[in-house]
Nanobody, 119 residues
């Protein structure tokens, strides 16, 4: 089992910055990659940023150049640095981890943290 706890959300004005943290505990050695997703009211959950165990990153087009995902292996923590925030970035942000098992995978989710960007 893997437990994920997010922190760092809040209210910020457009153009501002926030840093989200996701602390992992449990069987973290089994994690293949970690992601940040977000879900705005009335919309589907979408992938924002992804980082593999080797440090390779990928981003949604809507956040490229503004968001940075990183990891601190010593602290078992993944971060999402969000700069130049826009009102459309308002959503609940979720930390996600997965473990590949054979042809399938196990998914782990955090409880989510609210990010609100005012115009």
């Amino acid at each position: 089992q893997v437990q994920l706890v997010e922190s760092g959300g809040g209210l910020v004005q457009a153009g501002g910055s926030l840093r989200l943290s996701c602390a992992a505990s449990g069987s973290i050695f089994s994690i293949n990659a970690m992601d940040w997703y977000r879900q705005a009211p009335g919309k589907q959950r979408e992938l924002v940023a992804h980082i593999t165990s080797g440090g390779t990153t990928n981003y949604a087009d809507s956040v490229k150049g503004r968001f940075t995902i990183s990891r601190d292996n010593a602290k078992n923590t993944v971060y999402l640095q969000m700069n130049s925030l826009k009102p459309e970035d308002t959503a609940v942000y979720y930390c996600h981890a997965f473990r590949i098992i054979g042809l399938g995978q196990l998914d782990y989710w955090g409880q989510g943290t609210q990010v609100t960007v005012s115009s």
